[in-house]
C-alpha cells in the first residue's frame, strides 16, 4: 500500500475523541500543545524541544499532509500518524504506530506512541487512544498497515521508567508488562530503564471472556 494511502485515508473513531489524518491547520494547535518540556521528557528525542513551527511543519510533511511538499521518512513499512481530536474537532494530541527493525522480521509489530496536551491530560483521553488504537491495529483494520496485507501481531510499547502516567495508561488499556530494558536510553543526558509493555491478540480474546 501507497504511503499516502496510509497517511492520509485513516481515521479511528473512539467514544471520546477520533484519530485523524494530520491538517495542514494543525499547525498551530500541534506547535503550541507540542511545546512543552513535559511532553517532550519522556519522548524519544525525535521529538523535538524546543517544538518550533519550522519543526511543526516538518512533521506534517513527514505525515504527507495534504498541500505540503511531502518528506518519505527511510522506514518500510510505513509509519502511520494521527492527530487526537475531541468530537468537537479540539486538537489535543498524537498518536502513532511505528514499524520496527529493518529486515522485515518485525513486520507484524508496531509500536504505539501517544501523547495529550497537558490541559487535557488525566480525562482518560491517553488510556482510550491507547486501549482504541491498539485493538484496531489488531483487528482486520491492521491488514492495512503491513506490506502482504497479514494482519498484524503485535503492539508494543516502551516506557520510561519514571513515566508512571503512561505505565498507568497501557496497564489500564490492557497492555502486558513484560520487562524491563535495564539502562536502555539516554535523555537529557539521564540514563533511564524502558518497562516493555505488549498487547497481542489473545490479549484482547481474555478480556473479552472476563
Ligand atoms: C502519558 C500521557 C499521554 C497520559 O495522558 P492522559 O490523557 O492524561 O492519560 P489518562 O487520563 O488516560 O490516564 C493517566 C493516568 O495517570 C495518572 N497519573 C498522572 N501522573 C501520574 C503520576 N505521576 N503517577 C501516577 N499516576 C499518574 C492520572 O491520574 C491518570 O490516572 P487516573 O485516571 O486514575 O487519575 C500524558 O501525560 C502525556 O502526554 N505525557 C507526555 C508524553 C508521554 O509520556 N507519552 C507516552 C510515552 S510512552
Known amino acids: 500500500m501507497a504511503d499516502e494511502l496510509v497517511s ?3 481515521v479511528v473513531r473512539l467514544a471520546n475523541c477520533i484519530l485523524r489524518p494530520y491538517r495542514a491547520s494543525d499547525l498551530e494547535p500541534l506547535c503550541a500543545a507540542a511545546n512543552d518540556p513535559a511532553i517532550a521528557r519522556y519522548m524519544r528525542d525525535a521529538f523535538p524541544s524546543p517544538y518550533t ?3 511543526g511543519l516538518q ?10 511538499p511531502p518528506v518519505t521518512p ?7 500518524n494521527f492527530a487526537i481530536c475531541l468530537l468537537d474537532g479540539t486538537f489535543v494530541g498524537g498518536a502513532g504506530l511505528r514499524a520496527l527493525g529493518t529486515d522485515g522480521t518485525d513486520r507484524y509489530t508496531r509500536e504505539i506512541g501517544y501523547w495529550v496536551d497537558r490541559r487535557f491530560w488525566g480525562r482518560g483521553l491517553a488510556t482510550e487512544v ?3 488504537l491498539g485493538r484496531w491495529a489488531l483487528s482486520s483494520a491492521g491488514r492495512r ?8 501481531q503485535r503492539i508494543e510499547a516502551g516506557v520510561y521508567a519514571g513515566n508512571l502516567a503512561s505505565a498507568k495508561v497501557l496497564e489500564r488499556a490492557g497492555y502486558v508488562r513484560e520487562g524491563v530494558r535495564r539502562q536502555a536510553v539516554v535523555k537529557n543526558g539521564v540514563m ?3 518497562i516493555i509493555y505488549g498487547l497481542i491478540a489473545s490479549d484482547l480474546d481474555k478480556d473479552a471472556h472476563e
Open 8 to 10: 492520509t485515508t485513516l
Open 192 to 194: 533511564h530503564d524502558v
Open 145 to 152: 498497515l503491513t506490506s502482504d496485507g497479514q494482519p498484524l
Open 130 to 132: 491507547a486501549a482504541g
Open 59 to 68: 512533521w506534517l510533511r513527514i505525515c504527507h499532509v495534504e498541500g505540503l
Open 53 to 55: 513551527q519550522e519543526a
Open 74 to 80: 527511510a522506514s518500510s513499512p510505513p509509519d502511520v
